[in-house]
Structures are given as structure tokens and as C-alpha cells.
Antibody, heavy 120, light 111 residues
Framework: QVQLVESGGGVVQPGRSLRLSCAAS????????LHWVRQAPGKGLEWVAV????????DYGDSVKGRFTISRDNSKNTMYLQMNSLRVEDTALYYC?????????????WGQGTPVTVSS | QSVLTQPPSVSGAPGQRVTISCTGS?????????VHWYQQIPGTAPKVLIY???NRPSGVPARFSGSKSGTSASLAITGLQAEDEADYYC???????????FGGGTRLTVL
């Protein structure tokens, strides 16, 4: 069965960096795009970034562009999110989700999320 | 401010029908991009309820249905049950932003 397991979250000071991981199993990893979606405490869902197949094509939400970098290692069935210059407003639960279809497609499987708290 | 606009809350009694609207613009829903709906029970990850405007994944009851017209989409839930109490989000693609966009979410309360 499809499983997505996020890790790497924690408490970090503003301006510092953190790297999240999303380990996948139960499907052919390189055949799917993968997204990061975040949810601030008590707030709604916000799309963060997407990476496709071999990792060449990527897109980012405006709020993280230039600070976050999405990547993947198909040999390890793992996706990453390198978060630099973290801000208090980046505090959220970060989900990884599998893409179904193309850019306008939907997220058919989600992990349980890893929490990130940015605070001094 | 979300790109897709949803009402913050809706409510209904058991057995009733409720609808949740999702209003976008010419760069997302109005451009013909698919609308997808998710249900999120507090403390859990979102789950897809409707994809491609009107399609239900296997396992989702037929009480849930989706529609789209112009720059808006709607999720309808008939025969409301206590277990439907959750947050609901619409999602689409925006060509101006070159990425996925979500509605702000709607909290459904079953009275």
C-alpha cells in the first residue's frame, strides 16, 4: 500500500535552516510527481512546492520561492525540502503528497505531516 | 487571502443537504482547470473526496458530489451524517501563479 512518511521537523530560530524528508513506499516512485503542502496552526492548507519524475521540473509557491528548494532521490524513494532563511510565518505542519495527473491534478495520498516551529 | 474563496462555515441537521462553494477567477477555475475537494477531520491528514470536478474515488460515498460552472465549483453533501463533520477544501491550478491553489477551507458542523 502507498505510504508517505515525513521527517526532519523541529524547532528552529528565525533565519536558520531545516531539511525535511519524505520517504515513500508502495509505488514506483519515479513515476509520480510529489508535493509539499503546509498547514499553519488553526489555518488552511497552503501549497508549497512540487517536483516531477526525474527532478528536473519544479515549481514553488510565492511565499517560499528563493528560500526553499525541493529535490528528490529516486534511488532512495525519498523527496526533500531544504528550507533556508526560515521565518516565523513558516511555522506549520508540513505534508508530503503524491501527485495524480499533471500540474492541474490532485493529491491522492498524503503523509501524516512533520511539524516545523520557527521561534526565537 | 486565499486565491479560491470558500465560506468559512456551513451547517446542517442530520439527513439534510448542504453545499459548499468555491469561487475562483479566469486564471484558475475559469480557465477550465480541474477542481478537487478534500475532507480533513481535525488532527488527521486531508483525504481526497472529489477529483476532476465531479469524480469520486472508490470508497467515497455517493452522498458526496461535485459540480463546476464558470469560475465557481460546488461540493454537495446529501443525507448529512455526524461523521461528515470536518473541514473541506477545494483545490485547483492557477496559471498566473504556476502552481496549485487551495480555498481557505469550510468547517462543516452537523447540528
Amino acid at each position: 500500500q502507498v505510504q508517505l512518511v515525513e521527517s526532519g521537523g523541529g524547532v528552529v530560530q528565525p533565519g536558520r535552516s531545516l531539511r525535511l524528508s519524505c520517504a515513500a513506499s508502495g509505488f514506483t516512485f519515479s513515476n509520480y510527481g510529489l508535493h509539499w503542502v503546509r498547514q499553519a496552526p488553526g489555518k488552511g492548507l497552503e501549497w508549497v512546492a512540487v517536483i516531477w519524475y526525474e527532478g528536473i521540473n519544479k515549481d514553488y509557491g510565492d511565499s517560499v520561492k528563493g528560500r526553499f528548494t525541493i529535490s528528490r532521490d529516486n534511488s532512495k524513494n525519498t523527496m526533500y525540502l531544504q528550507m533556508n532563511s526560515l521565518r516565523v510565518e513558516d511555522t506549520a505542519l508540513y505534508y508530503c503528497a503524491r501527485a495524480r495527473g499533471d500540474s492541474s491534478g490532485y493529491f491522492d495520498f498524503w503523509g501524516q505531516g512533520t511539524p516545523v516551529t520557527v521561534s526565537s | 487571502q486565499s486565491v479560491l474563496t470558500q465560506p468559512p462555515s456551513v451547517s446542517g441537521a442530520p439527513g439534510q443537504r448542504v453545499t459548499i462553494s468555491c469561487t475562483g477567477s479566469s486564471s484558475n477555475i475559469g480557465a477550465g482547470y480541474d477542481v478537487h475537494w478534500y475532507q480533513q477531520i481535525p488532527g488527521t491528514a486531508p483525504k481526497v473526496l472529489i477529483y476532476g470536478d465531479t469524480n469520486r474515488p472508490s470508497g467515497v460515498p455517493a452522498r458526496f458530489s461535485g459540480s463546476k460552472s464558470g469560475t465557481s465549483a460546488s461540493l454537495a453533501i446529501t443525507g448529512l451524517q455526524a461523521e461528515d463533520e470536518a473541514d473541506y477544501y477545494c483545490q485547483s491550478y492557477d496559471s498566473s501563479l504556476s502552481g496549485s491553489v487551495f480555498g481557505g477551507g469550510t468547517r462543516l458542523t452537523v447540528l
